[in-house]
C-alpha cells in the first residue's frame, strides 16, 4: 500500500558531501514524521534524523551541525543533506515513514525503504 524509494547513495571521501532523498508512495492520507536511520556492518540501526510535518526537526548528536533534513508535505518526500562526511559513517541508510493509510478505517502503518548505501573513504 506504501512504498518509500531512496536516491543519492553513494562513493564519497572523507569530508565530502551526500544528498539523499525518499519519496512516499501510496495511499497516503498523512506522514509524520519522516526520518532516516542507519546501519552499519555489525551495528544495530541507529537514527540520524527525523523531520515532522510541521517541521520540528530531531538529529542524533553526531550529525548535528553537519546533516541537514527537510521534506516536501505535498510531494512527500523527504531530504537528508549531508556535509562533512567521516568515513565512520559509511552504512547502508534508511528512510522512514509514519503514515496514515488510506483504508475504509484510516489507520497508521510504520514503513521502511530499501536503504541505499553511502560509503565514505578515508
Known amino acids: 500500500q506504501v512504498q518509500l524509494v531512496e536516491s543519492g547513495g553513494g562513493l564519497v571521501q572523507a569530508g565530502g558531501s551526500l544528498r539523499l532523498s525518499c519519496v512516499a508512495s501510496?495511499?497516503?492520507?498523512?506522514?509524520?514524521?519522516m526520518g532516516w536511520y542507519r546501519q552499519a556492518p555489525g551495528k544495530q540501526r541507529e537514527l540520524v534524523a527525523t523531520?515532522?510535518?510541521?517541521?520540528?526537526?530531531n538529529y542524533a548528536d553526531s550529525v548535528k551541525g553537519r546533516f541537514t533534513i527537510s521534506r516536501d508535505n505535498a510531494k512527500n518526500t523527504v531530504n537528508l543533506q549531508m556535509n562533512s562526511l567521516k568515513p565512520e559513517e559509511t552504512a547502508v541508510y534508511y528512510c522512514?515513514?509514519?503514515?496514515?493509510?488510506?483504508?475504509?478505517?484510516?489507520?497508521?502503518?510504520?514503513?521502511w525503504g530499501q536503504g541505499t548505501q553511502v560509503t565514505v573513504s578515508s
Open positions: 522512514n515513514a509514519m503514515v496514515l493509510i488510506a483504508t475504509t478505517i484510516p489507520r497508521w502503518g510504520n514503513y
Open positions: 501510496g495511499s497516503i492520507l498523512s506522514i509524520n514524521p
Open positions: 523531520i515532522t510535518s510541521g517541521g520540528t526537526t
